[in-house]
T-cell receptor
């Protein structure tokens, strides 16, 4: 299957700082990328969907100013957690697909810990 | 209402035996897709199998097969000849809307933790 690379795989940051997570499709052009958040032992909750070259569509309850998503190219999307707080600690995972894909391919995930 | 329901939070299976993981879904769309993903303890999501709503035959991928019963709105995953490496969380998911459409939301179930016993 197609490869999606997510970086970093884990990050620890101080409260109040910002953290950027990258999601790259390595061998295909991703017209759409999805960002999910997963709390321990829970399911994946969709945060936002981004299409290349346009603004991200956020799910209800997700703060746009806190979780900045940029889909600058067909192979790269970034999620920036601004002014991170301990409650933002979670597992963040991206997925990517093209219009003709049946399935979306997932990155390895990023475990964010805010101290 | 839940879009995807997985009623088994945890399952045990003996190595080399078959196991069925349950999934029911709720949608009013005529065109939709159903997926199963595996999530090991390392966290990555591994795509296993896909079934389109218009596919007449049940999907199969190696040891994985999807028991699709459209009228009952169920899409159970069957793993044959279980292996120790199959121990993981398994998520059922649904995409609503046409396959080649634009924005398509994928909703995940709560997952089933499968443990394979030697």
């Amino acid at each position: 299957g197609a490869v999606v690379s997510q970086h970093p795989s884990w990050v620890i940051c101080k409260s109040g700082t910002s953290v950027k997570i990258e999601c790259r499709s390595l061998d295909f052009q991703a017209t759409t990328m999805f960002w999910y958040r997963q709390f321990p032992k829970q399911s994946l909750m969709l945060m936002a969907t981004s299409n290349e070259g346009s603004k991200a569509t956020y799910e209800q309850g997700v703060e746009k100013d806190k979780f900045l998503i940029n889909h600058a190219s067909l192979t790269l999307s970034t999620l920036t957690v601004t002014s991170a707080h301990p409650e933002d600690s979670s597992f963040y995972i991206c997925s990517a697909r093209t219009r003709m894909n049946t399935e979306a391919f997932f990155g390895q995930g990023t475990r964010l810990t805010v101290v | 209402a839940q879009k995807i329901t997985q009623t088994q939070p945890g399952m045990f299976v003996q190595e080399k035996e078959a196991v069925t993981l349950d999934c029911t879904y709720d949608t009013s769309d005529q065109s939709y897709g159903l997926f199963w993903y595996k999530q090991p303890s390392s966290g990555e999501m591994i795509f296993l199998i896909y079934q389109g709503s218009y596919d007449e035959q049940n999907a199969t991928e190696g040891r994985y097969s999807l028991n699709f019963q459209k009228a009952r709105k169920s899409a159970n995953l069957v793993i044959s000849a279980s292996q120790l490496g199959d121990s993981a969380m398994y998520f059922c998911a649904m995409r609503e809307g046409p396959r080649s459409g634009g924005y398509q939301k994928v909703t995940f179930g709560t997952g089933t933790k499968l443990q394979v016993i030697p």
